[in-house]
T-cell receptor
Framework: RKEVEQDPGPFNVPEGATVAFNCTYS??????FFWYRQDCRKEPKLLMS???SGNEDGRFTAQLNRASQYISLLIRDSKLSDSATYLC???????????FGTGTQLKVEL | ETGVTQTPRHLVMGMTNKKSLKCEQH?????MYWYKQSAKKPLELMFV???????ENNSVPSRFSPECPNSSHLFLHLHTLQPEDSALYLC???????????????FGNGTRLTVT
């Protein structure tokens, strides 16, 4: 089983739609969780950290389910500018190592 | 706008060349990283430096040689690379997790490397 697993997509959705991505992780001792966004041929950029109680930032909501070992990202009212690859990132344990998923590609269309 | 700068942005080198990638962070972080991103693959961690000391070498071939002279600068020296080493090489920095931080990574723009 991969350490961090994501559906690669692509998810093609119309503007204004709500879309959700899930990510599963294998190490139950994982401590920190993040969602990053990566545009084509650019570096990944932090979208949001994921906290145990769930957290929201504008149109974006992140959830953590430790029992089932997955995190999710919900995007409401999708914009064309949301088109990108969304990377799930997990810190498996102590130390500085972070593990990235392969990413889920989102395409928002008119 | 990034607090992590990498040079060069693009690099084409032959298999017998020697070149170096440079990374500098202006964020006051004390951990620095090299990642490799190949097409259709997740980011692969190569090296981690914490307070200038290497704490992780993810089974990287010796043709890649990192150097971290201080907490703000990180180099990746390249020699006798192979065509399959062509990829995007990303530098990142963060606060040291041992300080109790839940610190995300901040990436540089990357160096797109082509080995011919």
């Amino acid at each position: 089983r991969k350490e961090v697993e994501q559906d690669p997509g692509p998810f093609n959705v119309p503007e204004g739609a709500t879309v959700a991505f899930n990510c599963t992780y294998s190490n139950s001792a994982s401590q920190s969780f993040f969602w990053y966004r990566q545009d084509c041929r650019k570096e990944p950029k932090l979208l949001m950290s994921v906290y145990s109680s769930g957290n929201e930032d504008g149109r974006f909501t992140a959830q953590l389910n430790r029992a089932s070992q997955y995190i999710s990202l919900l995007i409401r009212d999708s914009k064309l500018s949301d088109s990108a690859t969304y990377l799930c990132v997990v810190r498996p344990g102590g130390g500085n190592k972070l593990t990235f998923g392969t990413g889920t590609q989102l395409k928002v269309e008119l | 706008e990034t607090g992590v700068t990498q040079t060069p942005r693009h690099l084409v080198m032959g298999m017998t060349n020697k070149k170096s990638l440079k990374c500098e962070q202006h964020l006051g972080h004390n951990a620095m990283y090299w990642y490799k991103q190949s097409a259709k693959k997740p980011l692969e961690l190569m090296f981690v430096y914490n307070f200038k000391e290497q704490t992780e070498n993810n089974s990287v071939p010796s043709r890649f040689s990192p150097e971290c002279p201080n907490s703000s600068h990180l180099f990746l020296h390249l020699h006798t690379l192979q065509p399959e080493d062509s990829a995007l090489y990303l530098c990142a920095s963060s606060q040291d997790q041992g300080s109790g931080y839940n610190s995300p990574l901040h990436f540089g723009n990357g160096t797109r490397l082509t080995v011919t």
